[in-house]
């Protein structure tokens, strides 16, 4: 096993794989797969809470109370 001081990583923010060198195809998978997480992200975050959700915060308050 080698120790952890002789692995090469690579940079979080390396130009590898570089972008130009892929395909049109994957390019526009990649793209559509980020918009995607980026619209469920979002969407996650402004989402209503269920009345189960509500009730269990109310009485979480009542007991804090």
């Known amino acids: 096993m ?5 692995i090469s990583q690579r940079p979080l923010f390396s130009d590898w794989p570089a ?3 892929l395909s049109t195809e994957v ?3 990649v793209t559509e797969l980020l ?4 619209l ?4 996650s975050s402004n989402h ?3 009345q189960e959700q509500l009730d269990d915060l109310q009485s ?3 007991a804090s109370s």
Not at 2 to 6: G, L, Q
Not at 35 to 38: F, L, T
């Open 27 to 29: 390019q526009r998978q």
């Open 40 to 43: 469920q992200a979002l969407n």
């Open 48 to 50: 209503q809470p269920t």
């Open 35 to 38: 918009a995607n997480m980026y």
């Open 2 to 6: 080698s120790s952890k001081h002789n």
């Open 19 to 21: 972008w130009p060198e």
């Open 60 to 62: 979480d308050q009542t």
